[in-house]
């Protein structure tokens, strides 16, 4: 931002490679003075190799670029690649409520890209669709192993790419809805924000479920929590260039998880029964020796 005006905007799939897309990034950058705030699930990761860099609470940043745009919003719905979540907002814009979905792909944008890979398909692709179908076949959307099973006997049963598709945006629409308001009717203007604002099928689904016209920008939707963090980091200018303080400021790499071994496991023979407390503190019982092995599945 500059004078409060978006000057320079770019969105990069880091695809886990946060480090490495954050130097693109900034190294695209023209060389002067920058106010940096980074917000996000992985924001912290980067404070661990720059010093200097302050992470910005991600609601707060969402808040401020939403209402940037659009000042009279009460309620934002973001739904991005790792979350999907409702802000609800006071009638003097102070923060009221957060509700987020549980640690599950299912209600997010990856749920959305999984499933796009499955059906081979593209968003350049998806975009070219304009006839939203109205009842469009049922495909699971609170999981994505159950959604599997349901594209598989979808195409079987033979619906088109399109018409699964819409199943796909009309069930996790259902889905997004009632986690974040749980049976609560939506009151005031809602704000739609994230990647997924750029999905005209899930949108013409909500505005179903709410019963709203939603108001977003499908080239700033995506970039609301950016421009919120702009915003925040406008406020606390930098002592020194950024790129000079880059260079210099690198912190040493640290490991974020002790690193796998191949060793032995410490627990004692299946056939010695007795409890003992494991070296993290986890108390371990063996109460019967299985008599045979069974299948099992974990979902």
Not at 77 to 97: C, T, W
Not at 130 to 147: H, M
Request: overall charge positive.
């Amino acid at each position: 931002l500059e004078n409060g005006n978006i000057v320079y905007k770019k969105i990069i799939l880091h695809k886990g490679e946060i480090l490495e897309v954050f130097n693109k990034i900034t190294s695209s950058l023209k060389d002067g003075e920058y106010s940096i705030g980074i917000t996000g699930d992985h924001a912290d990761f980067l404070t661990e190799h720059f010093q200097n860099l302050s992470v910005i609470d991600s609601v707060k940043c969402l808040i401020k670029g939403v209402k940037k745009f659009y000042p009279d919003v009460r309620n934002i719905i973001e739904i991005g690649a790792a979350s999907s979540k409702l802000i609800e907002i006071g009638d003097n814009g102070e923060f009221m409520n957060l509700t987020t979905n549980s640690l599950c792909a299912a209600g997010t944008g990856s749920f959305l890209d999984q499933q796009k890979e499955r059906l081979g398909l593209d968003y350049k692709e998806i975009a070219k669709w304009k006839d939203i179908p109205q009842s469009p076949p049922t495909i699971a959307s609170r999981c994505t192993v159950f959604a599997k099973t349901d594209l598989i006997n979808r195409q079987q049963e033979g619906y088109s790419k399109m018409e699964m598709w819409a199943g796909l945006c009309k069930g996790m629409s259902a889905s997004v809805i009632q986690t974040l308001f749980k049976g609560k009717p939506v009151e005031g203007k809602t704000a739609l924000s994230g990647g997924t604002a750029r999905n005209l099928f899930l949108i013409e689904y909500l505005k179903k479920k709410t019963g709203q016209d939603l108001v977003y920008d499908k080239e700033i939707s995506p970039l609301f929590q950016a421009v919120g963090a702009a915003i925040e980091g406008s406020t606390t200018p930098s002592e020194t260039d950024f790129f000079e303080r880059k260079k210099r400021g690198r912190r040493k790499k640290k490991e974020q998880n002790i690193p796998l071994l191949l060793k032995r496991s410490s627990f004692p023979d299946f056939n010695v029964y007795k409890e003992r407390i494991h070296k993290n503190k986890t108390e371990i019982r063996i109460h019967r020796c299985l008599e045979k092995i069974k299948n099992a599945y974990i979902g």
